[in-house]
């Protein structure tokens, strides 16, 4: 498989004891982990035995579940794009966490999405939103505040501890008043993809993003609560790669409340259980 640069500055992470995964277009079996997965302040033990395989003429689904998550990954084909799509179900929604390259917040510091899960034992990760390459936008990572700095106008996306998700402006409310109300985590990228579970990009949207097709990669809720998180493949002769409104379109598709669009292009990667997984 051709694999992404992966080149980005921070990763969102998945911490959990289960793994699955299921194909939409194809079957891919994912490498399975025997081993305990712990990572920064959440620490888990092994997957439990439990599985259920389910099979159709378009779907092969494995799934192991464990006490609190559980996590299924399936392939789509659409826009002539390779799309992968984590689904995640947990009952604990700080599971759901960040982790900087090499451990650190700094400006230009870079690691691989695969080194960076491996470090923190993350069964799921995807990149974030290369706050390092910027000197403005809010930076909040598992309730901590590390750029308090914003721009007018810039949307963000905030996860409450809750679970729950929002789309703020950065002239809205300062970082210290996300952090007082409980922000979890706070992504200054975008824009905004669905918002009350609707699209809401256009074409115009492109001009600051991009024009053409892309690599992607975006992070939603869906209604019933679950997380999704998405990467496209792009700029390659086997997958064209996303628009933005593209993007929207097949996020609201899932049924997602609230999506975001996270940095994309060369930095567009999914990492599940220690391989790349786009």
């Known amino acids: 498989q051709g694999h992404s640069k992966e080149r980005t500055k921070e990763r969102t992470q998945m911490h959990g004891k289960e793994n699955g995964t299921s194909a939409k277009k194809h079957s891919k079996k994912a490498r399975t982990s025997d081993s305990s997965v712990s990572g920064e302040s959440?620490?888990?033990?092994?997957?439990?035995?439990?599985?259920?395989?389910?099979?159709?003429?378009?779907?092969?689904?494995?799934?192991?579940?464990?006490?609190?998550?559980?996590?299924?990954?399936?392939?789509?084909?659409?826009?002539?794009?390779?799309?992968?799509?984590?689904?995640?179900?947990?009952?604990?929604?700080?599971?759901?966490?960040?982790?900087?390259?090499?451990?650190?917040?700094?400006?230009?510091?870079?690691?691989?999405t695969t080194e960076i899960a491996v470090s923190v034992g993350a069964v799921l990760a995807i990149n974030g939103d290369y706050y390092g390459a910027r000197e403005k936008g809010y930076v909040i990572r598992n309730g901590v505040l590390y750029r308090a700095e914003g721009s007018k106008g810039q949307e963000d996306l905030v996860i409450w501890q809750d679970g729950s998700f929002s789309v703020i402006t950065e002239d809205e409310m300062t970082a210290e008043?996300?952090?007082?109300?409980?922000?979890?985590?706070?992504?200054?990228?975008?824009?905004?993809?669905?918002?009350?579970?609707?699209?809401?990009?256009?074409?115009?949207?492109?001009?600051?993003?991009?024009?053409?097709?892309?690599?992607?990669?975006?992070?939603?809720?869906?209604?019933n609560g679950d997380y999704v998180m998405v990467v496209s493949d792009g700029r390659t002769d086997e997958s064209e790669g996303l628009s933005l409104l593209q993007l929207a379109e097949f996020?609201?598709?899932?049924?997602?409340?609230?999506?975001?669009?996270?940095?994309?292009?060369?930095?567009?990667?999914?990492?599940?259980?220690?391989?790349?997984?786009?």
């Open 177 to 223: 008043e996300l952090v007082a109300q409980g922000a979890w985590q706070v992504w200054s990228f975008g824009p905004a993809l669905v918002v009350d579970g609707e699209v809401s990009v256009g074409v115009d949207d492109e001009v600051d993003r991009a024009m053409r097709a892309n690599p992607r990669t975006a992070i939603g809720i869906l209604e």
């Open 42 to 112: 959440v620490t888990t033990d092994k997957p439990s035995e439990d599985q259920a395989t389910i099979t159709d003429k378009n779907t092969k689904t494995q799934k192991t579940t464990g006490a609190e998550s559980e996590i299924t990954l399936t392939e789509y084909r659409e826009y002539d794009t390779d799309i992968y799509v984590a689904q995640i179900n947990t009952s604990a929604p700080v599971a759901l966490r960040t982790a900087f390259a090499q451990g650190a917040y700094g400006r230009n510091v870079t690691a691989k």
């Open 251 to 278: 996020m609201k598709s899932l049924g997602a409340e609230t999506a975001y669009n996270l940095d994309g292009g060369g930095s567009s990667t999914m990492v599940f259980n220690g391989s790349v997984v786009n």
